[in-house]
């Protein structure tokens, strides 16, 4: 398998990421694997066709409790976060060899494959960045980390999301804060906030579980 994984945002904040992969065994083809990471509605299309259009939220922000004060400086900031994501760990039940599950630690990534721009006027965070926990470079759980105002002050808080379709588990400082259940039919779930799709189907198949039409 070869992919590539790609990022858009909203105000400086990533509230989509995407996968686009080709598989050479099994032989699904070119395929492409989207996840929202915001609190609302967002859309994708294929070309001028409506695909995706979840409207529950990607995921949902907790403050990280015992986190250190948030730094004044860039740089200062990303130790801290770093530091904050290492804490946390995600592990894989894994069924895509032989479809019995195969409980799997994953890999945080040292360095974040996004780190939030300085913030603007209209942005509503204080800085950011995207961690992933992996399976050899594959993506598998998405881990944002973000300093915010609550109430007037700075603090922290994460959010985890889904690339995977296989049932996934997260802890923070040995607990359980997050999971999510095996999907048994992860292609074209058009209203779910992560889904995925074969761009090797006719587009007419693409949408019709259920159709989505032209917004």
């Given amino acids: 398998m070869f ?3 790609y990022v858009w945002t909203d105000n400086g904040r990533p509230a989509v990421v995407a996968s ?4 050479f065994s099994v032989k699904w083809g070119d395929t492409l694997e989207v996840c929202s990471l915001v609190d609302g509605p967002v859309s994708g299309r294929l070309r001028d066709v409506r695909v995706w259009a979840p409207t529950d939220p990607g995921l949902q922000f907790k403050l990280i409790s015992e986190a250190d004060a948030v730094a004044k400086s860039s740089p200062a900031r990303l130790v801290q976060m770093r530091r904050m994501a290492n804490v946390f760990v995600a592990e894989l039940a894994d ?8 409980n799997r630690q994953l890999r945080l990534l040292n360095q974040p494959i996004f780190r939030y721009p300085p913030p603007t006027e209209k942005s509503e965070y204080v800085d ?7 399976e050899g470079t594959d993506p598998e759980v998405l881990l944002l980390i973000e300093a915010t105002k609550v109430e007037g002050e700075d603090k922290w808080r994460y ?10 588990v997260v802890k923070y400082r040995e607990t359980t ?8 039919d992860v292609l074209n779930r058009p209203r779910d906030p992560y889904a995925a799709f074969c761009l090797d189907l006719p587009l007419r198949e693409v949408v019709s579980r259920p159709s989505l039409s032209k917004p």
Avoid at 20 to 23: G, P
Avoid at 177 to 184: G, K, L, M, N, S
């Fill in 128 to 134: 950011g960045a995207l961690f992933t926990f992996v």
């Fill in 95 to 102: 069924t895509r060899s032989t479809g019995a599950r195969v």
């Fill in 20 to 23: 686009l992969f080709r598989w």
């Fill in 177 to 184: 804060v997050w999971t999510a259940p095996h999907i048994a």
């Fill in 159 to 168: 959010g985890l999301a889904r690339m995977n379709r296989d049932a996934l």
């Fill in 3 to 5: 992919g590539e994984v």
